[in-house]
């Protein structure tokens, strides 16, 4: 009983799981709430200097979410994989007579990647041990259903002969003519 009462559980918190995926678009509201980025607060824009650090990517939709004030971490690395854009000349990476290049793949689209990825992941895990459980469950039914049955055991006879050792030895093989 203990143990289907864990796997209703279980269920009931992989359907929660499940139904929070309709929960990223909250996500991603709460995230676009923060737009223009220039005017976050510096709460919000340290998360989002870590995040474009970490991620290679530049804004939410894309750069000019910043406006013209581009951070430092939009910048693209010299030998990066990434696709790179040049920063707009009015922005406050730009250089004079330097072509400054900053990642072209908006955060928004990798962060709900990321979260989707975690979320199913999760989803197997805990998948695999519901699995497991009604595994567990099914075996304990099929072993009690055994208990449960009524099997009639041959009664034991016990003989004075077998007590006394009428026995041949096993050992002693009978002559057999080998040609």
């Not at 990825?117 to 989803?123: D, G, N, R, V």
């Not at 041990?129 to 567990?136: A, T």
């Not at 072993?143 to 041959?154: A, D, F, S, V, W």
Request: hydrophobic share 45%; glycine share 4%.
């Amino acid at each position: 009983v203990g143990m289907i009462l864990c796997t209703l559980y279980l269920i009931a918190n992989e359907v929660g799981l499940l139904i929070d995926l309709s929960q990223l678009k909250f996500l991603e509201d709460d995230y676009l709430s923060m737009l223009p980025l220039s005017k976050a607060n510096e709460t919000e824009i340290a998360h989002l200097n870590n995040t474009q650090s970490e991620l290679k990517c530049c804004g939410l939709l894309s750069y000019r979410d910043w406006d013209y004030n581009i951070p430092k971490s939009c910048l693209c690395a010299e030998n990066s994989m990434d696709p790179c854009v040049a920063a707009p000349r009015n922005s406050s990476l730009f250089i004079e007579d330097q072509i400054v290049l900053i990642y072209a793949k908006p955060c928004l689209s990798i962060i709900a990647a990321q979260a989707m990825k975690t979320i199913h992941i999760a989803s197997g895990i805990l998948m695999g041990f519901i699995l497991l459980w009604v595994g567990s469950i099914a075996s304990c039914i099929a072993i009690l259903c055994q208990l449960n049955k009524k099997m009639e055991t041959p009664k034991v006879v016990y003989s004075s002969e077998a007590k006394a050792g009428n026995y041949t030895s096993l050992t002693e093989a009978p002559e057999t003519e080998i040609t």
